[in-house]
């Protein structure tokens, strides 16, 4: 269910706000409208294709968060099934499965390669200053293999 975005958003502290576009489960209390809500339905709206996207600095300008907090919120949104795709300018909605796939095909290669510094940094592990073998005195063994 798509939300009404604040036209003067609030700055973002981490915890939702109140607003008009969620029912009220009773009780009297205020409908709540999160910032994955208002991040959702601005890109739906207004940042639909990738010729219509739009800057991790414009988010964070417009909604008073970090480049951290864009970045969390996309990803919540997509683990979610809300197709928010990327480049190099910025995030929008998808509008084609094109536009999916190349995202996807963006983040699996991110995926290789961050596994690729993984392995790197467990390799790293092994080198004994870091406890992998015997402690390094500053002497060569010309022997070693």
Do not use: W
């Given at each position: ?60 300008h417009i ?37 999916l796939d ?40 010309m022997f070693?293999?």
């Amino acid at each position: 269910m798509m939300h009404m975005c604040s036209p003067n958003p609030m700055p973002y502290s981490g915890a939702s706000f109140p607003g008009p576009a969620k029912p009220s489960s009773g009780g009297g209390s205020a409908p709540v409208v999160t910032m994955d809500d208002m991040i959702e339905e601005f890109l739906q709206k207004y940042h639909t294709g990738e010729a219509n996207s739009i800057s991790s600095r414009q988010l964070e300008h417009i909604y008073g968060i970090s480049g951290s907090t864009v970045r969390e919120v996309v990803n919540r949104l997509r683990a979610h099934g809300v197709p928010i795709c990327s480049y190099a300018f910025g995030y929008y909605y998808a509008e084609t499965k094109e536009e999916l796939d190349r995202t996807i095909r963006q983040l699996r290669s991110r995926i290789s390669k961050i596994a690729e510094a993984e392995r790197g940094l467990v390799k790293a592990c092994q080198m004994p200053q870091y406890g992998g073998g015997a402690p390094h005195n500053g002497q060569l063994n010309m022997f070693a293999q």
